[in-house]
């Protein structure tokens, strides 16, 4: 007998399905799942499955002022069953974060800062003297399963008078550490995003991707992608929407797209202020923004499961597939009027909005807020 069946999944391409889950695991996937389950949850008309939905940048270790959350949150209470932490910490405090990420019902992970007290204060990267590649290195060692990789804030407020020697600094690290992936704050210059872009390599996360700002891809005297922009984008740079409190513009994102130009993966950029405030209030909220400009709701659906689980390594992740961790999001789509806004205060209406109903991890039922 099965721990857990999942009785009349649909996907959202529309696809039946059932799901036998076993020890937190997926252990069959099939039209209908022929054992029984010591717990059975059926579907109801209208309720879709997905793999657990990925937020990819966030901002979660509730012992820090600047930016701060709580994991389950902006996790299992959204319909979120994994995210990753983007920076708050670095090798100093990573540990302390660790400890607390593990009491979360959310899965947690973290992007080490290279400046070694992570966003402490909104300079992290003013003092080269905090960034050391050796207790990186040694944070890796002690968390390997934690740390999926490291990231560099570059804007203005961040680096100081460094220009982009943070990022050549992080480069570094990166290459000595088995190719871990990097994430790259971008927002206002200096440094130039032309000189960020020339330095990101293939794989390399550009977060913040749509932001609104003059140092943003969009040159704002053409109205038009800026071509080393295009040439990052195909040379295998991944465009991340990191939305935030600054960083996501409607026209934006509909220039990109309509330059051929679409994220990779969607993401927050959530803490408590942007998240009770807004303008990003819950990881739905951002995806009926992305469905609005011009996504189908099957690509966004790939975009915050399998493709944050490939750009981060998490391999057991993403997939409907024996094998993988028991992580689903229950949903719903249906119309209805809301009003969306960007982070530049520009006020959109959607004639669509997506729910999350329950949240599933590791085998376990959670119901979420209506």
Not at 67 to 86: F, L, M, N, R
Not at 276 to 293: I, S
Not at 295 to 314: D, G, H, M, Q, R
Not at 348 to 360: D, G, H, S
Request: proline letters at 3%.
């Amino acid at each position: 007998m099965y721990d857990l069946v999942i009785r009349n999944g649909r996907t959202i391409r529309g696809e039946r399905l059932e799901i036998a889950v076993t020890d937190g695991k997926i252990s069959e996937v099939a039209a209908v799942v022929s054992g029984r389950g010591q717990k059975e949850l059926t579907l109801a008309p209208g309720e879709l499955l997905s793999a657990g939905w990925i937020d990819d940048h966030v901002h979660c270790f509730e012992e820090m002022d600047l930016y701060y959350d709580y994991p389950d949150a902006i996790g299992v209470e959204k319909g979120v069953t994994t995210v990753i932490d983007a920076g708050t910490t670095g090798a100093e405090n990573v540990g302390r974060f660790y400890q607390l990420a593990k009491a979360a019902k959310t899965n947690v992970y973290a992007l080490v800062n290279i400046s070694k007290y992570g966003i402490v204060e909104q300079d992290e990267l003013a003092d080269l003297t905090k960034v050391q590649s050796q207790l990186v290195a040694e944070a890796l060692k002690q968390y390997p399963d934690f740390i999926v990789g490291i990231k560099a804030r570059m804007s203005r407020t961040v680096i100081g008078d460094n220009g982009i020697k943070p990022l050549l600094m992080a480069k570094e690290i990166q290459a000595a550490n088995e190719k871990l992936p990097l994430m790259v704050h971008i927002g206002s210059n200096p440094p130039e995003l032309a000189d960020i872009l020339a330095v990101m390599e293939k794989k390399d996360v550009l977060t913040h991707c749509f932001n609104g700002k003059p140092n943003g891809i969009l040159d704002q005297q053409t109205d038009c992608i800026k071509d080393f922009a295009k040439d990052a984008y195909e040379r295998g740079v991944i465009f991340d929407i990191g939305h935030g409190t600054d960083s996501f513009n409607f026209h934006v994102a509909e220039k990109a797209l309509a330059a051929g130009i679409k994220c990779h993966s969607i993401s927050t950029d959530i803490y408590i202020r942007n998240r009770q405030n807004g303008p990003v209030y819950d990881m739905a909220t951002t995806l009926e923004k992305l469905h609005l400009v011009g996504y189908s709701w099957e690509e966004i659906i790939n975009k915050i499961t399998l493709a944050p689980a490939e750009n981060f390594n998490l391999a057991k992740k993403g997939r409907l597939q024996p094998g993988m961790d028991a992580d689903f999001t229950i949903f719903t789509i249906a119309d209805g009027q809301k009003q969306l806004i960007d982070s530049n205060g520009n006020v959109r209406t959607t004639a669509e909005v997506i729910q999350p109903v329950k949240t599933i991890i590791g085998g376990r039922i959670y119901d979420n807020q209506l």
